[in-house]
């Protein structure tokens, strides 16, 4: 199983991001699939889940209504659409796959990893 991230940037404020994430080896539409972010000396965390079978979705309460997860079956990739950025959404982004259902917000819970795409929003 691998993941490919891009479309990581520098951005200013309120501007915005779409990040792909390219999946190969596991179908995007049977597993949920992730997306992270790790800050200079921060611990990764959370930031949106898509399921596989159908389109549950879960935030973190920081993004919750600026980012948005979807994916495209036909490609076996997932987005984040990030809009109204601001500058603590600056990290690099990282998206990973879990091999059994259910939304889990740990990175734990999840197995394979992408190598991650920096974001940067200046003020």
């Known amino acids: 199983v691998q993941l490919q991230a891009s479309g990581g940037g520098l951005v200013q404020t309120g501007g915005s991001l779409r990040l792909s994430c390219a999946v190969s080896g596991r179908t995007v539409s049977s597993y949920p699939t992730g997306w992270f972010r790790q800050a200079p000396g921060k611990e990764r965390e959370f930031v949106s889940v898509?399921?596989?079978?159908?389109?549950?979705?879960l935030y973190a309460d920081s993004v919750k209504g600026r980012f948005t997860i979807s994916r495209d079956n036909a490609k076996n990739t997932v987005y984040l659409q990030m809009n109204n950025l601001k500058p603590e959404d600056t990290a690099v982004y990282y998206c990973?796959?879990?091999?059994?259902?259910?939304?889990?917000?740990?990175?734990?819970?999840?197995?394979?990893w992408g190598q991650g795409t920096q974001v940067t929003v200046s003020s």
């Open positions: 898509i399921s596989g079978y159908n389109t549950y979705t």
């Open positions: 990973a796959t879990r091999g059994f259902v259910g939304l889990k917000k740990m990175p734990s819970d999840y197995d394979y």
